[in-house]
């Protein structure tokens, strides 16, 4: 944010229910998906017609949330789509089964990203620093199981309804989604679509941030947003 607002624009950062020191955390198994659209959507309204910029289960959210509302423009950083999941299905799935089963029997997606090995594989480059990925995986906490749900079985999207100028970005070393597929995606919504080489499916927090910062600076800056 402070590298946007150097450069002249307005930051916001939504903090949705249940995460961070937002109230709703008593009740985060049980939040939905169109709940955490409210919340962008509630924040997008008092702001007028913002540029949305969303990341993984944030992209998600955004991209059917624009069936219905437009603002001035969509940023998706490394979205969530369940059928770009290949890459986690067959690379760190047969690893991890037991942690995925106890996710799932307990209810608590959490266990799939409390280890802190398994979250910097899954989240960051390998050059990142340790002293700097224990500062990340230290801040990760639950999230919603019966969104986790939602996003495993699937949710119906509408792309023909989506008229907001759009951007889908992919990460080169996204551990959980395919580049190929975003890109799939980014055709299915007549939207742009950008490549990330070198940065993972954090990328805005990655060791080459700035790179993505620019890739979407740049995307603004073409469309005079």
Not at 38 to 58: C, F, K, N, Q, T
Request: charged share 25%.
């Amino acid at each position: 944010m402070p590298w946007f607002s150097a450069r002249g624009y307005h930051c916001h950062a939504v903090s949705l229910r249940g995460h961070g020191e937002s109230e709703g955390a008593e009740r985060l198994r049980s939040t939905r998906i169109r709940d955490f659209m409210s919340d962008i959507r509630r924040v997008g309204d008092e702001l007028g017609s913002p540029v949305v910029i969303a990341h993984s289960l944030g992209a998600l959210a955004l991209r059917l949330l624009l069936e219905d509302w437009r603002p001035a423009a969509a940023i998706l950083l490394c979205p969530y789509m369940r059928e770009a999941n290949s890459r986690w299905l067959k690379e760190l799935l047969p690893r991890h089964v037991g942690r995925v089963l106890g996710a799932l029997m307990t209810g608590n997606p959490y266990l799939l990203v409390c280890n802190h090995a398994v979250a910097r594989q899954l989240f960051f480059s390998k050059d990142m620093s340790e002293e700097q990925a224990s500062q990340w995986t230290a801040r990760l906490q639950n999230e919603s199981f019966f969104t986790f749900m939602e996003m495993l079985r699937g949710l119906s999207s509408r792309p023909e309804r989506v008229t907001t100028p759009m951007l889908v970005v992919s990460a080169e070393h996204d551990a959980l989604f395919a580049p190929e597929s975003h890109e799939v995606l980014a055709r299915r919504y007549r939207a742009d679509f950008r490549f990330l080489p070198d940065l993972a499916h954090d990328a805005m927090l990655d060791t080459r941030w700035e790179v993505a910062a620019r890739c979407v600076f740049d995307w603004l800056d073409q469309r005079g947003l």
